[in-house]
């Protein structure tokens, strides 16, 4: 079963800030940018009140962590989850800042969200929270200042709620240029063709590349995906689409296993009804949540939360490749027994980063007042991908090192670069 938080395990700040001073001691970075990116700018923490169907008034809080805008705006998501807080919310922006840099993307990192289960509340409450939300952050967010995107239980839906709110408690000024406030908007609001898939395709395509890398065909390679939503779902689409074999899936209701082959569209459908969840799916097997990172396959894609993967589980994995569908499913310690048993670990940064840099299309069509096509935004994106990707492998090669590693090399050098040439004010 997808885990929860632990307070006796490392929390994914721990894990990001370890990750920061090994890169950061491995190139010998400048000790004053290292104080400056090893906090965030602000973090901001809201409470407010949503009137319930029933009239009740509830108060809510959510988050707004923005780390570093040294590249440009402070770009990153939004989830709805009740392990939202300020700890996990500073470990995601900075992971974004990362991200963002590595892609070569003019933005900086941000992460937040609200505390709460979705689950719990009809859409018109989620409306209510989410317009709330977005009147509470007010200037705190802005088309060139802090730009969110969809991320865990929140959607293109979301997104239009936050726009349209943003807009409409905007002077008529400001309101014709503020559609790009959010990305991964519907595509009738100004959203961006290819979005929704553009996350999990970036996870497919990197791990296609690997595989070219190795002089190897995706066909009949067996993989495992933790979590079945949106990155899941896209992720599984394109990796069978080459001949690969969808085997067993895991969310926070069910564990399902068909060694013949999961379907991939017929789970998709029977999630619709049921709020996402696998369970009851008649394709395929229920089996115990724990025997899932132990199953026998070649890829494994954590595309759920954080720190699933710890050095209590992190033997039990066969995969030979771990693909980084979520941010930080692994955790430092786990990280260790992976790669000291030969598996290669496709970063986060690196893997899901095409949800990103299609927000940064959807971006740029919106303040150019264009329309992109889905086939201009796969080729583009592929693109861009693909260059990140051989620019990562060029480091690996070369320095003879792991891919995460390779990858905080290429993104603290930018911005080291950044400040270097800039000063640092006054």
Partial sequence: MIATKDSTKKS?????????????????????????????????ILHFPVKMDNGEVKIFTGYRVQHNNALGPYKGGLRYHPTVDVEDAKALAMWMTWKTSLAGLPYGGAKGGIQIDPRDYSIGELERLTRRFTYALGDNIGPDYDIPAPDVNTNEQTMAWIADTYMLTKAPSERSNSLNVVTGKPIGSGGLQGRDRATGFGVFLTIKLLHESRKESLKGKKFIIQGYGNVGYWTSHFLIKEGAILIAVQDAHATVYNEDGIAVEDLFEHCKPRKGSISGFEGA?????????????????????????????????KAKIIAEGANGPIDVDGEKILLENGITIIPDILCNSGGVIGSYFEWLQNRNGELWELEEVM????????????????????????????????????????????????
């Avoid at 001073?21 to 400048?30: C, E, P, R, V, Y």
């Fill in 379 to 426: 080729y583009k994106l592929e693109k861009k991908l693909s260059e990140v990707f051989k620019k990562v492998e060029g480091v690996v090669i070369e320095g003879k090192i792991d891919w995460r590693t390779a990858a905080y090399i290429l993104a603290i050098t930018r911005i080291e670069m950044a400040y270097v040439q800039r000063g640092v004010f006054p």
């Fill in 285 to 317: 097997v229920e089996i115990d949540p724990e025997s899932f990172f132990g199953l026998e396959c070649d890829i494994l894609v954590p595309a759920a939360l954080g720190n699933q993967i710890t050095e209590e589980n992190a033997f039990m994995v």
């Fill in 12 to 44: 994914m700040y721990e894990n990001v800030m370890q990750q920061f001073n090994k890169t950061a001691d491995a190139i010998d970075l400048n000790p004053n940018i290292r104080k400056i990116l090893s906090i965030t700018n602000n973090e901001i």
